[in-house]
């Protein structure tokens, strides 16, 4: 544990809760894909499936809890509570492209032949794309709140902050994941825009961040 992996846990705990306690306090999920949320959820069910066969610490196991119970009850909410104000319509994202090709590389590039493995392998595989329906939502619609482009700021420095910690592992203890660190790139790179859109426009007072509509 460093620093960089301590800050991009919190920062993807914090980004969590924040997506969470919007939902919950405005009683709507207006901006919010869902089928986002439903891909995070398969990222740590799929991820943590080794809370059944293996301990690490208390840190460890708690924060592997914590996430997979925050994603089912976002999917919840989004799905069953507030079902009536989510835009089906703007969540419109072929997640099906994004499925296929994960699972059929996660057999075809992992680090051993096995479930757990290849189950592992596909969940860093699915999150570095899994942002990809909200992305496309916010360019569709043209505009996100405030407290949605917090969201996925936090969500973004999270894996900004991980490359820095495997720059730290590799650089101290000569570790280096390949598949990690270039997914981790992968879905880093798609967060750029939203970046500078972040720093440009957000945070100097404006209410929403709004985008070029799609031609």
């Known amino acids: 544990m460093n620093i960089f992996r301590l800050a991009g846990d919190v920062s993807h705990l914090l980004a969590i809760i924040i997506l969470f306690m919007k939902i919950w306090r405005s009683k709507s999920c207006a901006g919010?894909?869902?089928?986002?949320?439903?891909?995070?959820?398969?990222?740590?069910?799929s991820r943590y499936l080794d809370l059944f066969t293996s301990f690490i610490s208390v840190y460890n196991t708690?924060?592997?809890?914590v996430f997979l119970m925050l994603a089912y009850a976002t999917v919840y909410l989004i799905y069953m509570r507030f079902r009536s104000t989510y835009d089906?319509?703007?969540?419109?994202?072929?997640?099906?492209?994004?499925?296929?090709p994960v699972a059929g590389l996660s057999f075809l590039e992992n680090y051993a032949f096995a479930p757990l493995e290849i189950l592992w392998t596909f969940s860093i595989?699915?999150?570095?794309?899994?942002?990809?329906?909200?992305?496309?939502?916010?360019?569709?619609?043209g505009e996100a709140e405030s407290i949605t482009t917090h969201y996925l700021f936090f969500?973004?420095?999270?894996?900004?902050?991980?490359?820095?910690?495997?720059?730290w592992r590799y650089n101290t203890?000569?570790?280096?994941?390949?598949?990690?660190?270039v997914s981790g790139v992968v879905q880093t790179i798609f967060y750029c825009d939203f970046f500078y859109l972040y720093f440009t426009r957000v945070l100097r007072g404006s209410g929403k961040m709004t985008l070029p509509m799609p031609v």
């Not at 708690?62 to 809890?65: A, E, L, P, S, T």
């Not at 595989?125 to 619609?141: D, G, N, R």
């Open 32 to 45: 919010i894909s869902g089928k986002s949320q439903v891909l995070f959820a398969l990222v740590f069910t």
């Open 62 to 65: 708690v924060m592997k809890v």
């Open 88 to 100: 089906s319509e703007s969540d419109s994202f072929r997640v099906e492209f994004l499925l296929v």
């Open 125 to 141: 595989y699915l999150e570095s794309v899994a942002i990809l329906p909200q992305l496309f939502m916010i360019t569709k619609t």
């Open 155 to 167: 969500l973004g420095l999270y894996r900004a902050l991980y490359l820095a910690n495997w720059v």
């Open 173 to 181: 203890e000569g570790f280096f994941d390949q598949i990690a660190v």
